[in-house]
């Protein structure tokens, strides 16, 4: 399989774009550059919500309780769906 791939890559090891490829490693690149980028987001997203909140107490406590309510309400509407299906 790897040997095919190489074979379809230019001098320089860039890949044509006419390069078809096996489904499954299409999809296995595509999931790993959608984790990659998740990561990246995510980590620049929690650093900056910490350096944020670090100072302002009030703001943690709000923030604690909507993201607590909103938990509660979306397993409250969940159940009522799961109860309402059968």
């Given at each position: 399989?790897?040997?095919?791939?190489?074979?379809?890559?230019?001098?320089?090891g860039a890949i044509s774009?006419?390069?078809?490829?096996?489904?499954?490693?299409?999809?296995?690149?595509?999931?790993?550059?959608?984790?990659?980028?998740?990561?990246?987001?995510?980590?620049?997203?929690?650093?900056?919500?910490?350096?944020a909140l670090a100072t302002?107490?009030?703001?943690?406590?709000?923030?604690?309780?909507?993201?607590?309510?909103?938990?509660?309400?979306?397993?409250?509407?969940?159940?009522?769906?799961r109860m309402v299906a059968?």
């Open positions: 399989m790897l040997e095919g791939c190489a074979r379809r890559h230019g001098a320089n774009a006419g390069l078809r490829g096996h489904v499954t490693l299409q999809i296995a690149v595509l999931g790993s550059i959608y984790l990659l980028n998740y990561a990246v987001v995510y980590t620049l997203v929690g650093a900056s919500a910490r350096r302002r107490l009030a703001a943690v406590t709000m923030v604690s309780r909507v993201s607590g309510g909103a938990m509660v309400v979306i397993g409250a509407v969940r159940l009522i769906r059968r």
